[in-house]
């Protein structure tokens, strides 16, 4: 599934296809034991270095020093110390895991040129401050497995869920089924007015009628006429039910605007369902730094000035100075690019180029799952038009005492907006915000809070990036400089996805261990 | 939520509402305090018996002989048992659960007329045979909050399973993005010839053509063109990845019928996200089990005559003859209807209206996840046109060595075929079914298999039953015979639901215990 982002270098890979080819798939399986190699069941395109390389070749590995140990540069360590590299990560954070952060009571969180939050969250409870759900194709699911980090369902798309668009709130199932049958209506209308004689043949309009009926519960003469699918005041039980209010009219439904909501998982980012680990996402940090060996990272250590040199490279930080044969540069691009280096202006010109984006969330607790017992929300998300844009509920722990929601998750101008507040402020906004769509209980019967401005967040400072292109900068910097590799997520097409940068640390891997095994 | 199934007597609940009436709802809570009962966070509409309903009118509680032991007679013993009511329930099979069933290795399943199946699943495999999930409106999630049994998310719709049509074999995502893609593409042309010019203002034109280029992923000129929601044959990682092969025109995609599978999670009965017990769904069945007393329970206890007395009632079974005041009937009708009882011809005519249907389901036990690993499917539900209709991937014990597909789950004329057919040719069938989707390794690799046909299940025969109409048989059997209360899915609209089997346990309870403290 993931390229390997080789070059134009002969590869293993290449190598065993033309194996594969003279010689079947036979042939090619018993150069891939010769090689020290197994066929991977995870993923087809990348191989991981082994020690077994090195044997074939009669040569050693070599030290690497990774700077970073957010995702990207401890699957870097990983994968590298597969093959035996001696792995060195800097990490100017106070922890390893970057962005992969999971908070909970007893943390301590640190912003720049603002206060310091204490997390007071009860026993067992977690927020996911940072990525909080994989979707199944992603390798992230493959290195859970790998790594024997549990996983369950985070669910993305919840029927129960509201939608709060233009002042109104509705559950996401009556949305949809009034969207849905309005449109099937118009549809069927206009092909039974011949609108579609033209482009459809007559066979094809009784099926796509059929679907249509289906599609939109139209009644007997295909017009929408309400839907069970609407949702109940009480559902059925010992009788029929009492469904809620009849639907409004066409005009009412496309003004209440909640077409984005019926949307947001059709995408193949946030498609249904979506995974987590048991726990907290930092499961995965957790698992990476046990594997890579926390001996192997120096925290707090701010990088000052990288060079690269004929035989290896330095790396100069605030606690010294650290000299290898290869470099995985895994910062943020905007922060890589205020680092003096000597890896040319056309580095540095194409490290100026991402633009950070912000992020925030909040993490709101409370002593008493109302959503589950009074909305019998369990999991998904509530879509707004508001500031907050989303409202998440925790997909795990169901039916216990304590949970936490996710009180906004959002970008750009509403993040910067919240990161502009005290943590205080933000708390009281996103609470004022939430009470519009689940009343008194939002407001008050919160517990504990923590909210999070990425671009606040030292050594971080940004949500993610963005390209204005994938343009030659985007490429010029997926190849080393020198002896500097580069890798994050922003060097990939899953910006913002663990996903990314596990990718990227797999395609710097690939090229990194080609060039030490073919070095003379 | 669910309703209390009172009939026309005073019931406690019209009480309080009076006390609230004219008192407000301070003087109901004091009302409803003194009467032994604190409101019920769960469902406001019942209201389990107390011992305290009997302290306050000076009388005692009742002996009920319960008939069944599945979900509604165990649910109906477990609410009585809570005002300290002397049940006793006589279940004909050697365990209670009826429906609700689920097959580990070691169990023996017999079948009328056929052989027994040694089940031979590994260690921590199960199958749900019977009820396998359960929606977030349902009252089986009170019990399981309740009763304290874990519950986790199943996984009922999934972008990344298959849907098999007409031969073809395509991911849920593609289907679904082609067949919106079309309709967006459809209404738009429509709409954009002035087809709906008399129906539409041009505002709400613009606003519905806004949603369809968002539903549809429309291109500039409101074509469908293919989308990146259809999926790829290399997902995007460093580079923008590899999309799936372009769609086939609008005829090539009515013409392979997928649209049952796009809607199958539309309904307010299956909508996502839906929910399992953790390890089983018989976790409810040994719960309840353990609250009522397992002493309380007589099993292969075949029931033959039924009297209802002037001071009671009496049951004959095939171990002997209970004596106790009350009797809830909880057999399906059509068992019930054959068993000789003094309750009159309206019941006996009532009982014969519902007609039994068939059900099946086989489980099939792989030693290796490869739907998860290749297919990358982690849960879901593939929808196929062959007898086997659907393919369950698990929910749960996501990357674990061992796995359970549900390899059929079908009804009808499809459950008939297979339940004709030995165990073995049960499974052989059903694997060469899927091997059309997911190919050789389907039929090769399976390491053990159980198929449960219902309708060959003694003493339950049939999935469940259909009522030709609501009718006054379906109104006459939710209320008493004399001192016989009926119960089960088959008297209310959640047939084939365990929600159905509680929800008609409490109707009865609550009319029995009214009747209890009436009583002079």
Not at 6 to 16: C, V, Y
Not at 241 to 259: E, R
Not at 411 to 420: F, I, S
Request: glycine letters at 12%.
């Amino acid at each position: 599934m993931a390229e390997s982002g080789g070059g134009g270098a002969l590869t293993r890979r290449g190598l065993l296809i033309g194996i594969g080819a003279a010689g079947g798939a036979g042939a090619m399986y018993a150069a891939m034991g010769a090689l020290g190699l197994a066929p991977s069941e995870q993923d087809k395109d990348f191989t991981a270095p082994r020690t077994g390389d090195f044997t074939l070749r009669g040569k050693g590995s070599a030290k690497v020093v990774i700077i970073g140990a957010g995702v990207a540069g401890l699957t870097a360590a990983y994968e590298l110390g597969k093959a035996g590299y001696d792995c060195t990560l800097l990490e100017a954070r106070q922890k390893a895991g970057g962005r992969n952060l999971t908070l909970r009571g007893g943390d301590r969180l640190t912003e720049l040129n603002g206060p310091a939050q204490d997390v007071k969250f009860g026993e067992g409870v977690y927020f996911n401050a940072g990525p909080g759900r994989i979707a199944p194709w992603m390798v992230t699911l493959d290195y859970c497995r790998e790594l024997g980090v549990p996983i369950e369902t985070f669910v993305n798309n919840n029927a129960a869920a509201y939608v709060h668009t233009n002042g109104s709130t509705v559950r996401a199932r009556t949305a949809r089924a009034d969207m849905y049958g309005y449109v099937a209506e118009l549809l069927a209308k206009a092909t039974d007015l011949g609108a579609l004689d033209r482009v459809v043949s007559k066979n094809d309009q009784e099926t796509l009628l059929d679907f249509l009926r289906r599609f939109g519960d139209l009644g007997p003469k295909l017009e929408y006429e309400g839907s069970d699918r609407r949702g109940f005041a009480k559902f059925p039980a010992l009788d029929a039910g009492t469904p809620v209010a009849a639907p409004g009219s066409l005009h009412q439904i496309l003004a209440a605007g909640t077409g984005r909501a019926i949307t947001s998982d059709f995408g193949y980012e946030q498609a249904t369902p979506m995974f987590q680990p048991v726990g907290g996402m930092d499961a995965i940090v957790t698992k990476l730094v046990e594997a890579v060996g926390q001996d192997r990272i120096t925290t707090g250590a701010k990088v000052t000035k990288i060079t690269s040199l004929a035989d290896g490279v330095e790396v100069v930080h605030s606690g010294g100075a650290v000299k290898a044969d290869y470099c995985v540069a895994t910062l943020p691009p905007h922060l890589l690019a205020k680092i003096p280096h000597n890896l040319g202006a056309r580095v540095t010109a194409a490290l100026s180029k991402p633009v950070p984006a912000a992020a925030g969330k909040i993490g709101l607790e409370y002593g008493r799952r109302w959503w589950e017992q009074e909305d019998r929300i369990y999991g998904g998300v509530t879509e707004t038009d508001l500031d907050i844009t989303h409202i998440w509920y925790p997909s795990h722990g169901y039916h216990s005492e304590r949970g936490l929601l996710v009180g906004y998750y959002n970008t750009d101008a509403d993040a910067e907006l919240y990161a502009a507040l005290t943590p205080e402020d933000r708390r009281r906004r996103a609470l004022t915000q939430g009470k519009k769509i689940h009343g008194e209980k939002y407001r008050q019967d919160v517990l504990a809070s923590a909210s999070i401005a990425w671009e606040r967040q030292e050594h971080i400072q940004g949500g993610w990036v963005r390209w204005p292109a994938f343009d030659s900068s985007f490429t010029l910097l997926q190849r080393p400089a020198g002896r500097v590799y580069f890798a994050g997520d922003w060097l990939t097409h899953l910006i913002a996805w663990q996903a990314g940068a596990m990718e990227s640390a797999r395609g710097a891997v690939t090229q990194l261990h080609q060039r030490v095994l073919q070095s003379p």
